[in-house]
């Protein structure tokens, strides 16, 4: 984009100059980092990092300083008080006013603006000129404004008392939408809050207990819940004894080729709990029961020696690969996945997921992170996640699902996490978690009714997201405003801009 294209129209009585028409253009500079002669003295000076997340619009010291002797044995300057610094590189964009004599580093293109200039007007202008700026830059590894090129940056210039006023209504328009930002930001805070006193509520049993009232003569008792479950389990273990017994035969069959199938393990018996569960665990309503994860389900994770023998990864696979980024912090989250194909892992048959299956992230930051799998295609199991597949028609995965991401499922869920640098479950310290399980009709209740809520609760978070967005958007536009006259009324008793101008270059 050409300077042509960059300009747009601006009032009569205004005109367009360079940045360097409006006073004295600076560079910065850093003084030997090594030699502590130069450090530690009373003369102010800032980097870009200082403006990192800073919001005012006033700066009055940086993190360091330099002595009299680093000043002189570098390029950097002292710039009077009011002078505005934009920092032209990692990032581009930063701009500040200095509130005391100021000096600074390379990354830093100042300006020393004449009195017939109000600084607050180029501060602002300047808010608002990343994009030009960054267009107007060159580099390699980064982005870089040359004093030239900032020197070069055109911009309207408009009577002294037009500057001030469009200063008093950016500043006026930018209160208003600060204070919306905020509200809008409490809100999410809010939503996030109570978000999870409705998981808390459902699962100590308070968010259906008139439903559990009513229909107490539909509901299984813990000690029939149980047998059901150990029934189960067993009756599903024998079937895959069946297989087994019919695999080993076809096997045997067939002269024996290839590796005998494995037999299958007996239902796990977890650990008991241990003295952290117990004492985080709260009081259930009297006909539900807690149930350790390992009592209900089968839990697995691709083994390190199975990831480095038989996992390679294909962008031809047909199998998506599922990771612990999978695993987010309210649920299910679709990535760019890696793929394998099906025949390279065809012997990690319990790592093969249909949809349904529950995730759990075992190891780093997201550990104990929970979803469920999507029942949209087949997925691999592949590192650093492991995999809970409920054995029992009695338990709904989605209910686990659900308490596991709740703040006191989550609290369980962590009691065994061992005190190491990066936190990590054990598939052992997976299937010892404690669950409080009611009735499976109960379970469907509480279910249908946190999916109701969540559902208000996302559609609000997407749209306070969507009017955050919106705001910045609104930002740009009022400063774009601003800058092309729009923005406040001209007064035509001010003195014109070109008269402006030609006191300020004398």
């Not at 259930?284 to 390679?312: D, H």
């Not at 052992?428 to 559902?455: C, F």
Request: hydrophobic share 35%; net charge positive.
């Amino acid at each position: 984009m050409n300077e042509k294209e960059e300009l747009w129209k601006i009032p009569k009585s205004w005109r367009w100059c360079a940045i360097k028409d409006l006073g004295a253009v600076i560079a910065g500079g850093t003084p030997a980092s090594k030699e502590p002669s130069y450090w530690g003295g009373s003369i102010n000076w800032i980097s870009p990092a200082d403006l990192t997340g800073y919001r005012s619009k006033t700066i009055s010291r940086g993190a360091k300083f330099l002595t009299e002797k680093g000043l002189k044995n570098s390029s950097a300057k002292v710039m009077p008080v009011g002078s505005v610094h934009f920092s032209s590189r990692a990032p581009i964009g930063y701009v500040a006013i200095s509130s005391e004599p100021m000096s600074t580093n390379q990354g830093f293109k100042s300006l020393v603006p004449s009195e017939d200039v109000f600084n607050e007007y180029v501060y602002y202008y300047l808010k608002g000129s990343k994009q030009l700026a960054e267009k107007r830059a060159s580099g390699t590894t980064f982005l870089e404004l040359s004093g030239k090129a900032f020197g070069a940056l055109p911009i309207p210039l408009p009577p002294l008392e037009d500057q001030k006023r469009i200063v008093a209504k950016i500043e006026t328009l930018f209160s208003e939408l600060d204070k919306g930002i905020e509200s809008l930001k409490t809100a999410r805070e809010q939503l996030k809050v109570y978000r999870q006193a409705v998981l808390k509520h459902a699962f100590e049993g308070k968010l259906t207990a008139q439903w559990r009232e009513e229909n107490a003569d539909k509901l299984e008792s813990p000690e029939q819940l149980l047998t059901r479950i150990q029934q189960e389990r067993e009756a599903h273990y024998q079937r895959q004894l069946q297989d087994w017994q019919t695999a080993v035969k076809a096997w045997e069959k067939n002269g024996k080729e290839g590796k005998k199938p494995g037999k299958p393990r007996e239902p796990s018996v977890p650990d008991a709990l241990n003295a952290e569960h117990i004492s985080r665990m709260w009081d259930i309503p009297r006909n539900w029961c807690w149930l350790q994860i390992g009592k209900f389900s089968f839990v697995t994770k691709l083994a390190g020696f199975e990831y480095t023998k038989f996992v390679t990864y294909d962008e031809d696979g047909d199998l998506p690969v599922i990771k612990a980024e999978n695993a987010a912090l309210h649920g299910f989250k679709v990535t760019a996945y890696s793929k394998v194909k099906s025949s390279s892992v065809a012997s990690l048959t319990r790592s093969f997921l249909t949809g349904g299956e529950l995730l759990m992230v075992f190891v780093g930051a997201g550990t104990g992170n929970v979803a469920i799998v999507p029942s949209n295609q087949k997925y691999f199991l592949g590192p650093n996640i492991g995999m809970i597949r409920v054995e029992s028609e009695a338990i709904e995965s989605r209910y686990v699902e659900l308490f596991l991401r709740s703040p006191i499922g989550k609290d369980l869920t962590l009691a065994a996490v061992k005190a190491v640098a990066q936190p990590s479950l054990s598939m052992g310290t997976i299937r010892q978690i404690p669950i409080a399980i009611p009735d499976i009709n109960e379970q469907h209740k509480i279910v249908s009714e946190l999916e109701h809520y969540l559902s208000i609760i996302e559609n609000s978070e997407t749209e306070i997201s969507a009017n955050l967005v919106a705001s910045e958007t609104l930002r740009q536009s009022i400063l774009k405003k601003a800058f092309s006259g729009q923005l406040v009324l001209q007064d035509p008793n001010d003195e014109p801009a070109s008269a402006l101008f030609e006191r300020i270059r004398n």
